[in-house]
């Protein structure tokens, strides 16, 4: 346990982990689901579901070779990106799910709930 009031570094790797595992829990049953077949999935040595891109080979961040495996359906997903869309000044979709890729793979739906989003993508008459 820390005695400064402050998180350390390790401390919120460490939480976002078991978030990540939380989420993964209700999410998905195992790594051999039938909706994670076509996906390249496996669990990190501190239980995170993973999926391996085709970019290993490539000197990058272990999160950009190795994304974590998230489901849109979670609300804690859906919450992180909305939070991040809000954070990139309501980006598009394209712009927001390449940034989420570096770290994550989440499977389906995206911002189509964000209303500033939809007004500037509202085609004129």
């Not at 051999?32 to 239980?47: A, K, V, Y």
Request: proline fraction near 2%; include cysteine; aromatic fraction near 8%.
């Amino acid at each position: 346990m820390c005695s400064t009031k402050y998180l350390e570094v390790d401390e919120m790797k460490e939480a976002e982990t078991i978030i990540w595992k939380m989420i993964q829990k209700t999410s998905f049953r195992t790594v051999n689901e039938e909706r994670l077949r076509n996906l390249r999935t496996f669990i990190d040595p501190s239980g995170v579901f993973r999926i391996k891109t085709q970019l290993l080979m490539r000197k990058d961040f272990e999160n950009f070779k190795y994304s974590i495996l998230l489901s849109s359906d979670h609300i804690a997903v859906q919450k992180m990106i909305m939070h991040k869309h809000k954070s990139l000044s309501h980006c598009g979709i394209q712009t927001l799910m390449s940034i989420l890729r570096e770290v994550f793979r989440i499977i389906r739906k995206a911002i189509k709930t964000c209303t500033v989003f939809k007004r500037f993508e509202a085609k004129c008459p």
